[in-house]
């Protein structure tokens, strides 16, 4: 199911560069997340958005920012990568219905 | 704040046989909604099945089936005729109704054998 796409798939970046993740939908859902994966903890929301001028943080917001340059994209930005922000990042997209749809993960490994 | 356990790290189940993966959550809202995403090798996030709260009745879709207790707050997830395909990570979530956090569970390690 190709609904949502992210790119890059993989990404290897070294210590204070800036890197940006980029998400699309063809489902014409309203609602985007970015998710951040490490092992152990399942997933943990970063930012939401209802729409583009709709942006809230989630639970894990320090040192990133986002971007909702259309419906049907959603992007996550590090602006100064750090080590610890190495892990696989997952953006999802909702419904009314309350479902959340992920795409494909994106896996970031900072140097 | 919402939570959600679930208690069994990992799992193995032979092939064809039925495995029961559990799930407790907590929460203080009436009105929510539980899931079980499938997470295998490819590390694609798949919706296995989704239960209202407010239905009574178990969500089941074809080899998947959920036992939803209310009261005790438990959602485990049964797997029928298991394949080998089914070989993934499994977490549980909960999504309180007008909120946009999905709370995930920590996984289950699935192992189908052949």
């Known amino acids: 199911d190709a609904d949502v796409t992210q790119t890059p798939r993989n990404r290897i970046t070294k210590t204070g560069k800036r890197i940006m993740l980029e998400c699309s939908q063809t489902?014409?859902?309203?609602?985007m997340y970015w998710y951040r994966q490490d092992p152990g903890l399942g997933l943990r929301l970063i930012y939401y958005s209802f729409d583009v001028k709709d942006i809230n943080k989630g639970e894990i917001s320090d040192g990133y920012s986002v971007s909702r340059q259309a419906q049907a994209k959603f992007s996550l930005s590090l602006e100064s990568a750090i080590p610890n922000q190495t892990a696989l990042y997952f953006c999802a997209t909702s419904d009314f219905i309350e479902t959340q749809y992920f795409g494909p993960g994106t896996r970031l490994l900072v140097l | 704040a919402q939570t959600v356990t679930q208690s069994q790290p990992e799992m193995s189940v032979q092939e064809a046989e039925t495995v029961t993966l559990s799930c407790t959550y907590d929460?203080?809202?009436?009105?929510?909604?539980l899931f079980w995403y499938k997470q295998p090798p490819s590390r694609q996030m798949i919706l296995v099945i989704r239960q209202e709260a407010y239905k009574q009745q178990n969500a089941t879709e074809n080899r998947f089936s959920v036992n939803f207790q209310k009261a005790a707050k438990s959602f485990s997830l049964k797997i029928s005729d298991s394949q080998l395909g089914d070989t993934a990570m499994y977490f549980c979530?909960?999504?309180?109704?007008?909120?946009?956090?999905?709370?995930f569970g920590k996984g289950t390690k699935l192992t189908v054998n052949p």
């Open positions: 489902k014409g859902h309203d609602r």
């Open positions: 929460t203080s809202e009436s009105n929510y909604y």
């Open positions: 979530a909960s999504r309180q109704g007008g909120s946009e956090k999905l709370v």
